[in-house]
């Protein structure tokens, strides 16, 4: 008897293993990933899988289709338009990928009691192998970015963050650098450095505002244009500065919270400043978010008197 081929089934086993695939890169890269962006990714994926194998394509054929389509896959995704980070996205989706395969076929092969390798593993292993089969290929993916991360020398540690404003809140992937101690004077409040892309998510009327390199050096000269909206005037803050060379203004913004996550650290901090970074902190878009290290109750340089905290959640209270 031969075997039935089933279009919509098989669209949706490949939907269903795209979504948990592009999840487990988007947990594994610490980069943040809208459902909506998932489900349509996704779901382009289950479809375009459909012709090498409704129409019996060679194998030579099959793997540069398969390249081309995770490429594609990946892009839809990720908002990200670096090429450099969509091609190591790409790449770590191709491991997830081969580690599911992997594990999948030895475990269909041990459920099938020596029945041998199958072409097709998935159709002799039960959901119980698909699921911990899922679970196996996450554990070896994640033991597998932390052994190459090891043998980098000098690798960032990024973190997950969220920031809330208006009624608004955005995810983005922040840098903990040790070196960045800016503070508000005012309340001694931590200062995040932000890109320009984040702000205007937060606060989509930066976006309306023409030549915001003009923008911004008008209001390090105190200067608020006319045309400022008004929920950024109240929220405007000139922070005094010094570096290496030189001192002046750094243009923030009063954020109503920034939650962030590194590892089993979480940690919210109340009324933060985002200061105004008009050029990208990264070439490589590899964060948009440069954090203070000192944030963090496992950092060396954290030392704030007034902390407490609060369960898991450790609590930074500024005064202003």
Same mark, same amino acid.
């Given at each position: 008897?031969? $075997?039935?081929?089933y279009v919509d089934l098989f669209v949706l086993y490949?939907? @269903?293993v795209d979504a948990l695939l592009l999840w487990a890169v988007a947990s594994l890269a610490d980069r943040p990933i809208r459902i909506s962006r998932l489900v349509v990714s996704a779901l382009f994926g289950g479809v375009a899988a459909l012709p090498p194998y409704a129409s019996e394509w060679p194998a030579s054929f099959t793997v540069g289709y &398969? &390249?081309? %389509?995770?490429f594609l896959v990946v892009c839809v995704a990720f908002s990200v338009r670096n090429v450099q980070v969509l091609l190591r996205l790409t790449a770590l989706f191709w491991l997830v990928s081969l580690l599911y395969g992997g594990v999948l076929t030895f475990l269909a092969s041990w459920e099938g009691r020596g029945a041998g390798l199958s072409t097709t593993p998935t159709s002799h292993a039960s959901w119980g192998a698909l699921l911990l089969g899922y679970a196996l290929m996450f554990s070896l993916g994640k033991v597998t970015l932390r052994a190459l991360e090891r043998g980098r020398r000098g690798i960032a540690h990024r973190v997950r963050g969220t920031a809330r404003a208006e009624g608004k809140e955005v995810?983005?992937?922040?840098?903990?650098?040790?070196?960045? %101690? @800016?503070?508000?004077?005012?309340?001694?409040?931590?200062? %995040?450095? &932000?890109d320009t892309s984040v702000l205007?998510?937060?606060? $989509?009327? @930066?976006?309306?505002?023409?030549?915001?390199?003009?923008v911004?050096?008008? @209001?390090v000269e105190g200067r608020i244009p006319r045309d400022f909206p008004e929920p950024l005037v109240r929220r405007f803050r000139l922070l005094p500065y010094r570096s290496v060379g030189g001192s002046?203004? %750094?243009?923030?913004f009063v954020v109503d919270e920034v939650v962030l996550e590194a590892g089993r650290e979480r940690v919210?901090?109340?009324r933060p400043r985002l200061a105004w970074s008009v050029r990208p902190l990264f070439s490589d878009a590899a964060a948009e978010v440069l954090v203070p290290a000192e944030v963090f109750p496992s950092a060396e340089l954290s030392s704030d008197p007034n902390r407490r905290r609060e369960g898991h959640v450790d609590v930074a209270d500024p005064r202003a």
């Amino acid at each position: 008897m031969e $075997p039935v081929f089933y279009v919509d089934l098989f669209v949706l086993y490949n939907f @269903l293993v795209d979504a948990l695939l592009l999840w487990a890169v988007a947990s594994l890269a610490d980069r943040p990933i809208r459902i909506s962006r998932l489900v349509v990714s996704a779901l382009f994926g289950g479809v375009a899988a459909l012709p090498p194998y409704a129409s019996e394509w060679p194998a030579s054929f099959t793997v540069g289709y &398969a &390249a081309v %389509l995770s490429f594609l896959v990946v892009c839809v995704a990720f908002s990200v338009r670096n090429v450099q980070v969509l091609l190591r996205l790409t790449a770590l989706f191709w491991l997830v990928s081969l580690l599911y395969g992997g594990v999948l076929t030895f475990l269909a092969s041990w459920e099938g009691r020596g029945a041998g390798l199958s072409t097709t593993p998935t159709s002799h292993a039960s959901w119980g192998a698909l699921l911990l089969g899922y679970a196996l290929m996450f554990s070896l993916g994640k033991v597998t970015l932390r052994a190459l991360e090891r043998g980098r020398r000098g690798i960032a540690h990024r973190v997950r963050g969220t920031a809330r404003a208006e009624g608004k809140e955005v995810s983005f992937v922040g840098l903990v650098d040790t070196g960045h %101690l @800016l503070r508000d004077p005012v309340g001694n409040v931590p200062v %995040l450095l &932000a890109d320009t892309s984040v702000l205007v998510r937060l606060f $989509p009327e @930066l976006g309306g505002l023409p030549q915001a390199v003009e923008v911004l050096e008008r @209001l390090v000269e105190g200067r608020i244009p006319r045309d400022f909206p008004e929920p950024l005037v109240r929220r405007f803050r000139l922070l005094p500065y010094r570096s290496v060379g030189g001192s002046g203004l %750094l243009p923030s913004f009063v954020v109503d919270e920034v939650v962030l996550e590194a590892g089993r650290e979480r940690v919210r901090l109340h009324r933060p400043r985002l200061a105004w970074s008009v050029r990208p902190l990264f070439s490589d878009a590899a964060a948009e978010v440069l954090v203070p290290a000192e944030v963090f109750p496992s950092a060396e340089l954290s030392s704030d008197p007034n902390r407490r905290r609060e369960g898991h959640v450790d609590v930074a209270d500024p005064r202003a």
